[in-house]
């Protein structure tokens, strides 16, 4: 079974600074990998995904991934906050017809 | 325009009770699913329609019955709800089931079993 493991549950970072949010994905085959963000009382809404293409993915809002094989991460990062970024940010790994397997998100919070 | 649309947002009953949530989108996409949100974020996906045919069904108690009357739309029946049920409930659309891609998420139905 495909899993994947978010680390920290709530990361806070400064306005202007880097945003780093840890993602490990376990899977006995080639996985593909998201990144959603969820505003306060708001459905989910893609920022990016990894589908066996570049391992450097661009998604919406300034932010970006990385496909590391050997270190089974997809990391997702920002070079510098901004408080709208504050949400909760979920990883996800498909299991075949697009069954999304969610992380149990991480919280980041932007302070001015 | 709402691409997916979710009715009620909340709903709070009482415990054994037996209530709806309705789900349509208007992307023209041939699959649908059905998520549950608990207290503490954990999303985790309950069932998946394509082509109003049944693809995905997890161990979710057979109280729960979702209906697919047609492609653009996604319900889901519950009986007599318990206090675990209390939860945000997503509806989500994608194009195909084959092809991986983005799935929409609509905006979520809160429910609340006292």
């Known amino acids: 079974a495909q899993s994947v493991t978010q680390l920290g549950s709530h990361v806070s970072v400064s306005e202007g600074a880097l945003v780093l949010l840890r993602c490990n994905y376990s899977?006995?085959?080639?996985?593909?990998l998201f990144w959603y963000v969820q505003y306060p009382n708001q459905g989910l809404q893609l920022l990016l995904k990894?589908?066996?293409?570049?391992?450097l993915v661009k998604g919406i809002n300034g932010f970006e991934a990385e496909f590391k094989k050997s270190e089974t991460s997809f990391h997702l990062t920002k070079p510098s906050a901004h408080m709208s970024d504050a949400a909760e940010y979920f990883c996800?790994?498909?299991?075949?017809?697009?069954?999304?397997?969610f992380g149990t998100g991480t919280r980041l919070l932007v302070s001015p | 325009d709402t691409a997916v649309s979710q009715t009620p947002k909340y709903l709070v009953t009482q415990m054994g009770n037996d209530k709806s949530i309705k789900c349509e989108q208007n992307?023209?996409?041939?699959?649908m699913y059905w998520y549950k949100q608990d207290s503490k974020k954990f999303l985790k996906i309950m069932f998946s329609y394509n082509n109003k045919e049944l693809i995905i069904n997890e161990t979710v108690p057979n109280r729960f019955s979702p209906k697919s009357p047609d492609k653009a739309h996604l319900n889901l029946h519950i009986n007599s709800l318990e206090l675990g049920d209390s939860a945000v409930y997503f509806c989500?659309?994608?194009?195909?089931?084959?092809?991986?891609?983005?799935?929409?998420f609509g905006p979520g139905t809160r429910l609340t079993v006292l």
């Open positions: 989500a659309s994608s194009q195909a089931a084959s092809v991986v891609g983005e799935q929409f």
């Open positions: 996800a790994v498909t299991t075949g017809f697009q069954k999304l397997v």
């Open positions: 899977s006995s085959v080639p996985p593909y």
């Open positions: 990894y589908t066996s293409a570049a391992t």
């Open positions: 992307l023209g996409h041939d699959t």
